[in-house]
Structures are given as structure tokens and as C-alpha cells.
């Protein structure tokens, strides 16, 4: 009898716990993608190299006035010279996967006027096989801001529905020379970035508003922000078919979209600012989400905005339809206070935000005076880590679960370049408590069932942070602005750690120490 109740306890006590509901084990999937994010812009360099064409961002960053610091990407952090020793560096890390976008002038410097050059395909071969000689997956975004300037030249890019033919031959370019070893792709990265800042407040190329949001010399805001993004919708349609009727069965890989996701939080109880607060996910996010999956704009914005929105046909819906998407990337980094501007007359401060435009909503960063988390070196940029877990479970509710990867998420800090190499700017504690609150946050959306499948650190390296330059650092790696010399900082240690308890297989667990980057916990299938 005694022997039998002892035998009972045994084995609850040995009997593994499901692993979701376990505090003391690691909640991410074994399969789960740990990697640091980049992008060909900010990392490559050699922007006149083995045949690249001149795009977008070239042309914008050469046109003085534009950058804070008067610098560039001609350079960067040459990258396309250097990747082998960027990839030791991942390998060291213990990351296995890797995300980073293709220069879509590189393969093609005139777009589907001119042919493709040979040489910017050897490059992310090279890339690519020796990523995967390391055994780390390749994450490939076709464009990250950037497009060759013959497009824009010619017909306007995104402005153009001709865009979307451009896009399509040069997402079959890549499916069909990288595909065999690409197994994740997506389409653009935050293309809600790019046309506020492109054709709305006119920040980033191409240089186009209207005088009420900004200074411009040609432009609508009210509109142009409008019709870009419907194109690059259609574009991510018309590539996301191309490689499910051509690609996807035999080579096995999967398509997704990023967006950047901020969290948006009711600036109060009220019922106002509760459904402002959702009206400015949907002039944000589900803007692209909604269309993409479900094949219209989300009906706030179609009554907000009237004719001043494109509509789409029987056809495109259609096709949006079925197409669809495999996953959804985010970037997600902050979270804002929003107040509604559509019941109440809200304070009309240039650049909040306030118009029907942007859907009558103030998005603020503090709070009767106090902000939101802590501040960081950018103005946009504010530590809250639980706005992690509200944005994923969000999108988990909204989009029925539907996998996800944090395709983004890091912290900055102002440069300290004219001190040199400090042990200050390698001993980056704040970096390594963001990462890690916001990392404990993805735990806990884990935990609570969400389908998250990846995590991209920004960045690997400091980079060039476009309109701002180099005058703000976001690398686990201090990259010397003469020399390009890397050096670990304190939080490449700690994320190299992180993983390695996170991946490490059979591992009995120590004791929990909750919600800190001490934690240990390990993954056990
Ligand atoms: C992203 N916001 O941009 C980009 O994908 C990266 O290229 C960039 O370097 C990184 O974040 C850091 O800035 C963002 O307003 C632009 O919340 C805007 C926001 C967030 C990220």
C-alpha cells in the first residue's frame, strides 16, 4: 500500500509537465528561430559595385540636407566585403537563422529593363551557402525600403500600378535562383513605414507631401500615401502567386509580409479613445493586414477616408484572397498613447497625427507628463516591454492565430564616436534589459498560445540608421566608423547565453528567476 502511494508520487513528480503551462521551462519551440536582423541598405555598402544600379536611397542620401550627419550607405558597414567575418560573428552567437534583403538593384539594376546582373546573384549565393555551411537559415526580405531608381524615374514606382509587373519579374528572379535554399520569404518590410514617411510627412524617398504635413516640393499626402501602398499590396499579391503557382510546392518554403507593429494603448478607459485606439491599428497595420488576408481595407478607414482610398476590383480581391499570406513578420519595438480626435478636439501639434489622413487619432508617447518607458536616443523609441505581448496577442485574436516572427526588435543609443572605443559604449546594460524584458514579454505570449515562431534581434551590427546616419547604434557589435572594426558588447554576450539556454536540449532545469535576463530556463523536446 505504502510502496503504491509512494510509487503515485514518483511519478507525478517525474512526469513531465506540459511545457506551456511550466514556469520553470523554456516556453520557445526547439525549432524556434533565433537570429539578428539587416538589411542591404544599412549593411552592405559597395553601392557602385560588380554592376549594382543606383537606387532609391542612393540617390536620396546623396542629396545633401537629407541626413542628419551628411553621411551615406555608399560604405555602410560594408557587409557585401565582409560577410564572412559578420558570419562567424552570428555563428559565435549561436544564432540559427539570419535575416537580411536582397538589393533589388543589385540583381536587377534596371529593373525588368535591363538584365540581370550575374554578380549580384553570386553575391547572395555566396551568401547564402555559406550561411548554410554554418547552419544558419537564410530570412530573406525582397526589398527593405529600396528600389532601383529607374523605376522611379521612369514611372513613379509605387505611384504606378506598372510597379507591380516590376516587382513581380524580380520576386520570380529570386524564387527562381535562391529558392532551392531559401525557406522564408518575404515580400517588403514595413511598407507602412515607407509610404508615411515616403509620400506622407515626405522624410524618406521619394520626398513627396503636401505643405499641411510637410516640405515638400511635390506631393499629396491626403492621397499619394493612399495609392503606394495599394500598389505594393497588389506587388506582394502578384509575388506571393507567383511563387505558389511556380515555387512553393517543390521547393517547400513559405511567404509572409512584415509590418512594423506599434501597440497602441488607450490614453484612457473611454469608449472613445478605446475605438481611437483601434482606428489607428487599422490606419497602420491592418491597413496592409486586412487587404492581404481578408481582401479589403478595414472598414473604418473606407468610411473615414472615402474616395481618397483606392478601391479594389471583383479580380484583385480575388487574387488577394487566395494568395494570402503564410505568416506575418513585426517589427515591433514601442508602443504610443493614443487619444481620440474624432469625438474631441484634440491639439493640433505638426506632425501628431491628428488629421482624417491618419484616421483622427493623437499618438503620444506620454501621459499627463509622464512617458510611456523609459526614452532612448531615438524620439519614437520608448522602452515598454508589455507592449510586446499586447501587440502579439493582438494580431494572434485579429488573424486567427496565424504564425508569427518578431522580424525585428532592439534598442538604441546615441553615438559616442567623438570618445572613441568607450568601455561605456560596449557595457550596454540598457540594451541587454530591453532585449531581455521584451524577450520575457514573447515568453509569456508563448505561453498564452500565440504562434511564434522567430525572434530577429536589430541589429547584429551598429548600421547606418537612414535619416539619422550613424549618430544612433542599435549593434550587439560597436562597429568603428573608421576602421569598421567590430567588437562584442556586453549584450552580445548576454543574447549568445540566452540562446544557448533556450536551445539547449534535456537540460533539468535550476530554479526560475522570473522576469530577469538571469533567467534559466531550457528547452526540453
Ligand atoms: C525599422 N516607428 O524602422 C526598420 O525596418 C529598420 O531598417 C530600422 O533600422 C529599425 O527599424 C530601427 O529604426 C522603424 O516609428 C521605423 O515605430 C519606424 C518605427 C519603428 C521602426
Not at 524577450?439 to 505570449?445: N, R
Request: with cysteine; hydrophobic share 35%.
Amino acid at each position: 500500500m505504502e510502496l503504491s502511494v509512494c510509487f503515485i508520487i514518483l511519478s507525478l513528480l517525474c512526469y513531465p509537465l506540459p511545457l506551456k503551462g511550466n514556469p520553470n521551462v523554456s516556453p520557445f519551440p526547439s525549432n524556434f528561430l533565433f537570429g539578428t536582423a539587416s538589411s542591404s541598405y544599412q549593411f552592405e555598402g559597395a553601392f557602385l559595385s560588380d554592376g549594382k544600379g543606383l537606387n532609391n536611397w542612393d540617390i536620396f542620401t546623396h542629396n545633401p540636407g537629407n541626413i542628419i550627419d551628411g553621411s551615406n550607405g555608399d560604405i555602410a558597414v560594408d557587409h557585401y566585403h565582409r560577410y564572412q567575418e559578420d558570419l562567424d560573428l552570428m555563428q559565435h552567437l549561436g544564432v540559427n537563422s539570419y535575416r537580411f534583403s536582397i538589393s533589388w538593384a543589385r540583381i536587377l539594376p534596371k529593373g525588368r529593363f535591363g538584365s540581370v546582373n550575374k554578380a549580384g546573384i553570386m553575391h547572395y549565393n555566396n551568401l547564402i551557402n555559406t550561411l548554410l555551411l554554418k547552419g544558419i537559415q537564410p530570412f530573406v526580405s525582397l526589398t527593405h525600403y529600396d528600389i532601383p531608381q529607374e523605376l522611379e524615374n521612369r514611372y513613379g514606382a509605387w505611384l504606378s500600378p506598372h510597379v507591380q509587373e516590376d516587382f513581380k519579374y524580380y520576386a520570380d528572379i529570386c524564387f527562381k535562383y535562391f529558392g532551392d535554399r531559401v525557406k522564408y520569404w518575404t515580400t517588403f518590410n514595413e511598407p507602412n513605414v515607407a509610404v508615411i514617411r515616403g509620400y506622407r510627412t515626405g522624410i524618406y524617398p521619394p520626398s513627396r507631401c503636401s505643405s499641411t504635413f510637410g516640405n515638400c516640393t511635390n506631393g499629396d499626402s491626403e492621397k499619394e500615401a493612399f495609392i503606394a501602398a495599394h500598389n505594393i499590396i497588389l506587388s506582394h499579391a502578384a509575388a506571393v502567386d507567383v511563387y505558389r503557382t511556380k515555387y512553393q510546392k517543390q521547393q517547400g518554403g513559405s511567404i509572409g509580409i512584415v509590418m512594423n507593429a506599434a501597440w497602441y494603448e488607450p490614453i484612457s478607459n473611454s469608449l472613445e479613445n478605446k475605438q481611437a485606439a483601434e482606428r489607428a491599428q487599422a490606419f497602420y497595420m491592418n491597413w496592409f493586414l486586412e487587404p492581404i488576408i481578408m481582401g479589403k481595407y478595414p472598414e473604418v478607414m473606407q468610411e473615414i477616408l472615402g474616395s481618397n482610398l483606392p478601391a479594389f476590383s471583383n479580380h484583385d480581391q480575388g487574387k488577394l484572397k487566395s494568395t494570402g499570406l503564410d505568416f506575418i513578420g513585426i517589427n515591433h519595438y514601442t508602443s504610443f498613447y493614443i487619444r481620440d480626435c474624432m469625438f474631441s478636439v484634440c491639439e493640433q501639434k505638426p506632425g501628431a497625427g491628428t488629421s482624417k489622413t491618419e484616421g483622427f487619432v493623437l499618438r503620444t508617447s506620454t501621459k499627463d507628463g509622464v512617458s510611456i518607458g523609459e526614452p532612448t536616443a531615438l524620439d519614437w523609441l520608448y522602452v515598454y516591454p508589455q507592449g510586446m505581448e499586447k501587440i502579439l496577442t493582438y494580431i494572434k485574436e485579429r488573424y486567427n492565430n496565424i504564425p508569427m516572427f518578431i522580424t525585428e526588435n532592439g534598442f538604441c543609443e546615441n553615438d559616442r564616436s567623438g570618445k572613441g572605443l568607450t568601455e561605456e559604449s560596449l557595457n550596454d546594460v540598457k540594451r541587454v534589459e530591453y532585449i531581455s524584458g521584451y524577450l520575457d514579454a514573447i515568453a509569456e505570449a508563448l505561453r498564452k498560445g500565440a504562434d511564434i515562431r522567430g525572434y530577429f534581434l536589430w541589429s547584429l551590427l551598429d548600421n547606418f540608421e537612414w535619416t539619422m546616419g550613424f549618430t544612433v547604434r542599435f549593434g550587439l557589435h560597436h562597429v568603428d566608423s573608421t576602421t569598421l572594426k567590430r567588437t562584442p558588447r556586453t549584450s552580445a554576450t548576454w543574447y549568445r547565453q540566452f540562446i544557448a539556454n533556450h536551445t539547449a536540449p534535456e537540460i533539468l532545469m535550476p530554479k526560475h528567476v522570473s522576469g530577469s535576463h538571469q533567467t534559466q530556463h531550457f528547452n526540453t523536446i
